[in-house]
């Protein structure tokens, strides 16, 4: 038995080889122009937004901006202890409650066989604390989130009116030097109750 093999033209061969790699090039940019196009999964038919995610830690610098400079960190602390202060001071000219009442409930029970104990629970004043300084937190760093500048961390904000940063700071001093003060005040003067 004989094998006779049918030679082909070098021709033939030479087309068929170019428009193999021809076909190829035209498959590989197709596939590198899909590579960042939206895509449907077969799975659940979600639309995938595709974009390079890269390594953009922009974000994340913004936020430590009040966390590198000691300016910031007074600022925020200024402005979270200026609603504090305020909001300590309405509770005492409303109620007639000290700030440490605000803040904290103390429970004297006396048991059946005449042992008196006392608990100390929060009150609302106590959950009011992180609502504020978180609150305060974020409207400080949204400035900065923003891009916008000056962001009025570690760049003064501009003056408004009655408003300036010399202003700020000094108010925010004095309200955290007073929220220190107050309970300390009531403690002595008062015996604990209400100083105002």
Not at 22 to 47: H, V
Not at 54 to 81: C, H, P, Q, T
């Amino acid at each position: 038995m004989m094998r006779v093999a049918a030679e082909p033209s070098d021709n033939s061969v030479g087309k068929d080889v170019a428009d193999a790699n021809a076909e190829w090039a035209q498959k590989g940019e197709q596939m590198n122009a899909k590579q960042f196009s939206d895509a449907i999964d077969p799975a659940d038919g979600s639309i995938a937004e595709a974009a390079p995610l890269g390594n953009d830690n922009s974000m994340l610098d913004n936020v430590m901006v009040a966390f590198k400079d000691s300016r910031a960190v007074e600022i925020i602390n200024g402005r979270a202890a200026m609603v504090g202060w305020m909001l300590a001071l309405g509770g005492e000219l409303s109620s007639n409650t000290s700030m440490m009442s605000q803040v904290f409930h103390e429970r004297t029970f006396t048991l059946a066989d005449g042992v008196t104990r006392t608990s100390t629970y929060p009150a609302a004043g106590f959950f009011e604390i992180f609502i504020v300084v978180m609150l305060s937190l974020a409207a400080s760093l949204a400035p900065s989130l923003k891009k916008s500048s000056p962001n009025g961390l570690n760049e003064k904000p501009e003056t408004f009116g009655p408003f300036n940063p010399d202003a700020e700071m000094t108010n925010g001093r004095g309200a955290m030097i007073g929220l220190v003060a107050l309970p300390l005040a009531e403690k002595i003067f008062t015996s604990g109750s209400a100083l105002f």
